[in-house]
């Protein structure tokens, strides 16, 4: 008889792959994702607590969890992921929501097996929280969600411990995984017919310091190169501080990884950086873009903006539109300061709340205007795409993405999907490109 699971996600691209994860190991377990709560035998909630927001939607759906619990005895709650890394977060869950079986933390994914079956045995919860990490686990089952392009976690951890930041204390210290165990678990991908990696860590080129072998991420990326059958490779997040020239040749030598770099900047200002412990100075960080973008011309540049921070003044806040100016961002993830318990900022003076409302609203109308304006520029090139499938909307248009990540949207058959195609782009949008098809290439 066939069970079923519900998992919900929350956060960034590492929950999401611990999230395939915990689906593989499930499935070995005869276990069957499905998109509806009311009729799973368990519901599995992977949560994020990088922002409070992410956390208020984590309690309220809990409490609402508790209905279907009273409903079905047998259904199987857990909890997993950053917010219970926290040990009050943790506490809190399982004073506030005793119906909650299970409670595990980032450290301890792959035990699940044996806490679920320790559950059946005992007929009791679980909370097992490893307060630090024990080094890393291989081969685990995965259910991956896409066909086409995969996820690869290559390290984990932070060491950078940015004062506004919550993820080294929840994801502990940087441990980057064996080059053979990586090239090993890309070949496979590629065995199955996967066109593009996108290789993750907290901070992803500081790949390699930690294996006292002399091997980093560009011999990495050197070495991934050669694996056959792979048509992209694309990586996040990186630290400004740690991207170093030998990266840049090397993807500027190289035919698989792609041209885009997401290079967060949080801020322009040189005062704010320093209270944010970066390790890195506004010049810096545009001397980073001057070099990426001399070696390698038609790349794109992305980043995290963070408005609001602790003691940020007027000045600062320009100092940030003024880089915005400067870089001219193909597109920015920004946001708003959020405190986080725990951390140094949170016991900063803090930014009234009209006011980082106000300030964001002026980003990210100059963000807009900008993203617009490097997508008009766009208009005209004939440009590689890798196509992903039929668009959202409209069944009889394709969505892909070029090498700089930029969305394409372009009529054509739908055996296209997962072939790289030439796309005449006629239209720049903000958010996306419209084209048409122009040339379909011999990959398969």
Known sequence: MKKYVYIQTFGCQMNERDTETLAGMLEDLGYFQIDAQDNADMI?????????????????????????KVANPNLIIGVCGCMPQQQDVAKKI?????????????????????????????????????????????????????????????????????TYCIVPYVRGRERSRKPEDIIHELEDLARQGYKEVTLLGQNVNSYGKDLNINYYFADLLINIEKVEGLERIRFMTSHPRDFDQRLIDVIAASNKVCQHFHLPAQAGSNRVLKLMNRGYSREQYLKLIQDIRKAIPDSSITADIMVGFPGETEEDFEDTLDLVRQVRYDSAFTFIYNIRSGTPAAKMEQVPEEVKTARIQRLIELQNNISLENNIQDEGKILEVLVEGETKTNRE????????????????????????VSVKINKGRPNLLEGELVLVSANK
């Open 94 to 162: 399982r004073h506030s929501f005793p119906f909650v079986d299970l409670i595990f933390g980032t450290h301890n994914v792959h035990e699940l097996p044996r806490m679920l079956q320790q559950i059946q045995e005992t007929k009791e919860a679980v909370l097992e929280v490893w307060s630090t990490e024990r080094g890393i686990a291989e081969n685990i089952p995965v259910r991956r969600k896409d066909k086409l392009k995969a996820w690869v976690t290559i390290m984990y951890g932070c060491n950078n411990f940015c």
């Open 44 to 68: 599995i909630l992977n949560t994020c607590c990088v922002r409070e927001t992410a956390e208020s939607k984590v309690f309220g759906l809990l409490g609402r969890l508790r209905k279907l």
């Open 397 to 420: 248009k394709l969505a892909g993405r070029t090498r700089t990540n930029k969305l394409v949207v372009f009529e054509g058959p739908m055996e296209l999907s997962g072939r790289l």
